[in-house]
């Protein structure tokens, strides 16, 4: 699968926003909105999960080489994935979503 055809917009099954694809680059692989994502991949980019569950965001972790990430795990399989948060000015995840998070303790993923 080609990057153009892996870096599409959706409908957040979540919340229901409209989430356009990142144009820096990167892949959207999360609604900017809510922070909540899909298991949609096996390793990043690859679209070859099977799960497709709705994977919710638990907390903030900084990670050294790819800085502030949020902490996904999937409500249906239990997978856990960190995902960048997007921090383009134009198309940035919502700040209040990203403070609220990060409110949470870092305690491990339950």
């Known amino acids: ?6 870096n599409q917009g959706f409908t957040c ?3 229901g926003a409209s989430v356009v694809p990142l144009t820096n680059g990167s892949y959207r692989n999360h609604c900017p909105a809510c922070l909540w994502s899909k298991h949609v991949d096996l390793m990043p980019g690859d679209r070859a999960a099977t799960c497709h569950g709705l994977m919710r965001p638990q907390h903030i972790e900084h990670r050294r080489k790819k ?3 949020i902490m996904h795990r999937c409500v249906e399989c239990g997978f856990v994935r960190a995902n960048r948060i997007a921090d383009d000015l134009r198309q940035s995840d919502d700040v ?3 403070a609220a998070l990060m409110s949470r303790l870092t305690s491990p993923l339950r």
């Open 67 to 69: 800085g502030l990430a």
């Open 13 to 15: 099954e979540h919340c």
């Open 1 to 6: 699968m080609n990057r153009a055809a892996q």
């Open 96 to 98: 209040d979503a990203i």
